[in-house]
Each structure stands twice: as structure tokens, then as C-alpha cells.
């Protein structure tokens, strides 16, 4: 087994801009695992305010023996990886992925198959406008054309002028996300019920990381569902949110893969929270991966291959706003010759 790792950065058509945060590109690394003539892809995408980085990525991978990965069975390989440090979590979603893709092309089923799931569920995926002037706003909303539904970015001094400006442009359903930036759960309340009157569907992060007791009152007297992104990453944080939210958003790059991903949607089920499967800037290997997931879940938010330019790989079909998934072995992604 070869494991080759490769820094990129991945260019954002547009600043990407949330309430207390800009960027121009992503930092990533593409993991390469090539073993008995197969060759596999997995990425993980870091935003520098989840604290991993190039650096974190490649000391992890040094932890990692490639022969012992080599002669363990896909679980035990995703239990290695995991216990090799507490955090790293966009790094392992990088292995899990790569994982996940060398086990199906072995077997020659796509990764839709393996999970056993009916891609006639598949949601629509929303289109992520982020903060910006009014103008530019304006001028985003062009490339959300091609998508039935838009996620916008809110948490600044203008949330009802940028809202006003969207509705002025279009009816297309809303998903707002604020990204902790509500601080205070009267004003998050009175945002949320004019949210309500304007055709938004549910509300993401409302606030802060740790804000609980504020999202047990606030859920109590919301007219809209609220989501957990932030205050939630892994499969032990549902207990944490079960009563403050009535979903959570997964990623895989919080979850550290797609296993983990795969329990997160069954627990939250079970305690019947609403699912949302979402991504950071990723290539096309880590939004189909993740798209495989989308049709168990009730909202998709895999957006990032539109909103790129350099994306080493071909971009998703995208059909009446919904990912079409590959019918190929593995993840299915193809490379951009
Ligand atoms: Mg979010």
C-alpha cells in the first residue's frame, strides 16, 4: 500500500465571507492510496477556523504505518486511524474517504451500494450565498440559477436588508445559516419569526458553540427548525444537542468520514432530529462521497464543486437542483484531464 499526500489550495470564485470570517481559498489535502493496482482518492478540506491545517494534516500522516493499514479490514483500518490522536478530524475524514473508495472499487460497487441507499431519495442540494454588499449579493444570486434552493448567510448588521434584496430577486426556498452569530436569544427569536414570514425553511447555528440553555429557550418558541452545525461535529455531540435543536448538519469533515456520518444519521433518527448533510470547500471526491450519504438524509448542502475554480476534478451533473450520483465502482469521481 502507497500513501501519497498532496497539499492544494482551492480557489473560491467569491470571498467566502460568515459572520465573524473571510477567505479566498481553502487549504486541502488529496490523499492518494494505491495498493494491488487499484488507485483511490480522499481529501479533507480545511477552513482555518477549525484549527487544522497543512502542517497538522502532514504530522499526522507520519503517525501512520502503512503496513499495518495495509493488512487490517476496512473497520479496523477506520478504527487505526481514529485512535492515532484525539482531534484531526478533517484528516481522518481524508483516510476514511480514500478507504471507503479503495474497499468499493475492490469490490467493484459503487459507494451508493455499499451504504444500501435509494438514490430516488435524493434531496435537492441548496446553493450557498455567502455574506457580501448588497451588490454582489445581487450578482451571486445568478449563480444559484441552476438550484431549486439557496442557503444564506446571515449574523451581520444587515440580515433584514440582504434577505429583503433576495426576495426581490426570487421565491426560491431560503435555508438560512448564521453561523453563531445571533449573541443574544431575544434578538435570534425576533429574527427567526420574521425569518418565518419570508419563505425560509429552517435556521442553522443560530448561536454560539456553547450556548445551550439560550437554544432550549429558543427552540422551545421558534416558528422555524434549528439545526446544529457547529455545536455539533461528532457522533458523541447528538446527546449534547438533542434538546437545543431540532436537527443537526453533518460533515464529514467534522465527522471524520463517512462511517461515522452513517451512525450520526441513524442516531439522529432514532431521536427523531432532522438531518442535514453539508461540506466545507471540497473537490468533487469529498461532495460525491458525501452525496452518496444525501439521499437518507432530509436537506443537502453540497454546493462547494460550484463554487470553485480550479476543482482537479470533473464537476457533478447536477439534475433539477439534485446530484445525479455516478453508477460507478467507488466514489465515482473522475479526473479533469
Ligand atoms: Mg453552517
Known amino acids: 500500500m502507497k500513501i501519497t499526500a498532496t497539499p492544494f489550495r482551492l480557489k473560491l470564485n467569491y470571498p467566502f465571507k460568515i459572520s465573524d470570517f473571510e477567505r479566498i ?3 486541502i489535502v488529496f490523499i492518494k492510496i494505491e495498493q494491488d493496482n487499484y488507485t483511490a482518492w480522499g481529501e479533507c478540506s480545511m477552513p482555518p477556523y477549525l484549527g487544522e491545517t497543512i502542517e497538522t494534516s502532514l504530522e499526522f500522516i507520519n503517525k501512520i504505518d502503512s503496513n499495518v493499514l495495509a493488512n487490517l ?96 430577486h426570487t421565491d426560491k426556498e431560503i435555508v438560512v445559516d448564521a453561523n453563531r452569530g445571533w449573541l443574544n436569544k431575544e434578538h435570534a427569536l425576533k429574527m427567526i419569526d420574521w425569518l418565518a414570514t419570508k419563505k425560509c425553511l429552517l435556521v442553522e447555528q443560530p448561536m454560539p458553540i456553547n450556548a445551550f440553555e439560550e437554544m432550549i429557550w429558543l427552540k422551545d418558541k421558534s416558528s422555524l427548525p434549528l439545526f446544529a452545525d457547529e455545536s455539533c461535529k461528532r457522533f458523541n455531540d447528538i446527546e449534547n444537542v438533542k434538546d437545543c435543536f431540532h436537527g443537526i448538519n453533518i460533515k464529514l ?25 453539508g461540506c466545507m470547500s471540497e473537490s468533487s471526491v469529498g461532495i460525491l462521497a458525501a452525496a452518496s450519504l444525501a439521499p437518507l438524509c432530509d436537506y443537502a448542502d453540497l454546493d462547494s464543486v460550484w463554487m470553485v475554480s480550479n476543482n482537479p476534478f470533473e464537476t457533478p451533473t447536477l439534475l433539477e437542483g439534485k446530484i445525479k450520483l455516478p453508477n460507478l465502482a467507488g466514489i465515482g469521481y473522475q479526473t479533469n484531464n
Open 25 to 27: 481559498d481553502t487549504p
Open 73 to 168: 479490514n476496512l473497520n479496523e483500518q477506520l478504527e487505526y486511524i481514529d485512535s492515532l490522536s484525539l482531534n484531526n478530524n478533517a484528516i481522518k475524514a481524508a483516510f476514511d474517504i480514500a478507504l471507503h473508495d479503495l474497499y468499493t472499487q475492490k469490490n467493484n460497487i459503487s459507494l451508493v451500494k455499499y451504504f444500501n441507499v435509494n438514490e430516488a431519495l435524493m434531496p435537492e442540494t441548496s446553493f450557498t450565498i455567502g455574506i457580501d454588499t448588497l451588490e454582489v449579493i445581487k450578482e451571486k444570486l445568478k449563480d444559484a440559477e441552476p438550484f431549486k434552493r439557496i442557503k444564506v448567510k446571515l449574523g451581520t448588521d444587515e440580515d433584514q436588508d440582504i434577505i429583503k434584496l433576495i426576495r426581490k
Open 253 to 277: 469533515m467534522k465527522s471524520t468520514g463517512l462511517a461515522e456520518a452513517y451512525r450520526m444519521i441513524n442516531k439522529a433518527k432514532a431521536l427523531s432530529l432532522k438531518v442535514m448533510i
